[in-house]
């Protein structure tokens, strides 16, 4: 198991801010101390979130939350009000598919719309990752993701991809091609594959680490 404070070291020494709590019973306390009476708060679709019930603290608590599960919203309401709302949001929230112990966030998308926030936009992005999300290193971060966070994600969304019917990405079997080569498929989403390093802007990005396995 990863040393989450030398984890934590890692993500601060590039310019990110963090903390470890031992459990998801932790980590609604964790964000709402962050958050502001007002704020305007939007999110990754992210089972680690719910399963912490920080989604369902955000809904009920003082502040504008940008709700992309809002009962009879179109896809096209959901593109402009909901994604494209979160790039003016004072806080972004989502968990990451794998950090390194460099204190690398690795994340993955089809749509996008979330690695986007992550990287430009929002104010504050708040990550809540469980202990199973950290890997060594970049190569073993695609692994993770190939394995252990696309099937899974496939199955619950019920994309029609290789991954969903065999539990790991056809790519794999190509080092050569490990990122471009894929299912082929119009439901893939492997798409963008982002590396967050070293930030300009100290503190913007906090990292919550739960010494637990939560989401994907």
């Known amino acids: 198991m990863a040393d989450l404070k030398k984890v934590l070291a890692a993500l601060e020494a590039n310019c990110m801010t963090g903390e470890i709590v031992e459990s998801r019973d932790e980590v609604v306390a964790a964000v709402a101390k962050l ?41 096209e309401q959901m593109e402009y009000q909901v994604f494209r709302g979160a790039f003016t949001s004072d806080v972004y929230l989502m968990s990451s598919n794998a950090i390194t112990e460099h204190g690398e966030l690795y994340n993955v998308d089809g749509n ?35 394995t252990k966070a696309a099937p899974p994600n496939c199955v619950r969304l019920d994309c029609k991809t290789y991954c969903n019917e065999t539990g790991a990405c056809v790519s794999l079997k190509d080092e050569d091609a490990f990122l471009c080569d894929g299912c082929k498929s119009d439901d893939r989403i492997c798409c963008n ?6 930030q300009r802007q100290k503190g913007r990005i906090h990292v919550i680490l739960v010494k637990e396995d939560l989401g994907f």
């Open 35 to 75: 958050l502001h009476e007002g704020d305007v708060i939007a999110s990754g679709g992210s089972m680690t979130l719910k399963e912490c019930g920080v989604i369902e603290y955000v809904k009920s608590g003082p502040y504008k939350y940008l709700d992309r599960a809002t009962p009879g919203l179109t896809r």
């Open 112 to 146: 996008s719309n979330r690695v986007a926030a992550l990287l430009y936009g929002p104010k504050k992005v708040i990550i809540v990752a469980g202990q199973n999300k950290i890997v060594p290193n970049l190569a073993e971060a695609a692994v993770r993701v190939k």
């Open 193 to 198: 594959y982002v590396v967050s390093a070293k």
